[in-house]
T-cell receptor, first 109, second 113 residues
Framework: EDKVVQSPLSLVVHEGDTVTLNCSYEVTNFRSLLWYKQEKKAPTFLFMLTSSGIEKKSGRLSSILDKKELFSILNITATQTGDSAVYLCAVEPNNDMRFGAGTRLTVKP | NAGVMQNPRHLVRRRGQEARLRCSPMKGHSHVYWYRQLPEEGLKFMVYLQKENIIDESGMPKERFSAEFPKEGPSILRIQQVVRGDSAAYFC???????????FGSGTRLTVV
């Protein structure tokens, strides 16, 4: 059974802190891993990762994939209150998408 | 706890037919969200429902699409007179309330031929 596990489930930090969100997966066939940020309704796409060891960056966010150990991390440096959201990890085994339960990040001023 | 169940996993329809997609939320979850994912695009919000009520349908196309979440049974996303452009993956998510995180289903992949 395909599985995507995110940890921690929730996290509370203060502005300026650095956070690392984890996503591990077990799928029968792997195409890509995606990270989304969800604040209200529609998740906002962050990164798509397909190759191991290649870091993707966007401002204060970065992510990397390890296909050997079957996990990915999402880093956020110098966190801001606007980073408060649920961060979703999803894996595309074939044409479907398997989502993790998400990590709820709360950044306090 | 079986999680959010969507069925069917794959659905093939000919142009002009109707498509019905079902979503059974997690036990204890009364909020349901439908999303559409088109090829090469991210998830797009369609509609948010609570039991027997449509709360927000701002992402729903004005014609041919409808959704319901009856008192008993699953939430249904209905697409009438399907066209090729409706081919996409449709995801359902549920939550116990508006503040909690979402649990997503595995999606229904609709192919219109």
């Amino acid at each position: 059974e395909d599985k995507v596990v995110q940890s921690p489930l929730s996290l509370v930090v203060h502005e300026g802190d650095t956070v690392t969100l984890n996503c591990s997966y077990e799928v029968t066939n792997f195409r890509s891993l995606l990270w989304y940020k969800q604040e209200k309704k529609a998740p906002t796409f962050l990164f798509m990762l397909t190759s191991s060891g290649i870091e993707k960056k966007s401002g204060r966010l970065s992510s990397i994939l390890d296909k050997k150990e079957l996990f990915s991390i999402l880093n956020i440096t110098a966190t801001q209150t606007g980073d408060s959201a649920v961060y979703l990890c999803a894996v595309e085994p074939n044409n479907d998408m398997r989502f993790g339960a998400g990590t709820r990040l709360t950044v306090k001023p | 706890n079986a999680g959010v169940m969507q069925n069917p996993r794959h659905l093939v329809r000919r142009r002009g037919q109707e498509a019905r997609l079902r979503c059974s939320p997690m036990k204890g979850h009364s909020h349901v969200y439908w999303y559409r994912q088109l090829p090469e695009e991210g998830l797009k919000f369609m509609v948010y429902l609570q039991k027997e009520n449509i709360i927000d349908e701002s992402g729903m196309p004005k014609e041919r699409f409808s959704a319901e979440f009856p008192k008993e049974g699953p939430s249904i996303l209905r697409i009438q007179q399907v066209v090729r452009g409706d081919s996409a993956a449709y995801f359902c998510a549920s939550s116990p309330d508006r503040r909690s995180g979402y649990t997503f289903g595995s999606g229904t992949r609709l192919t219109v031929v």
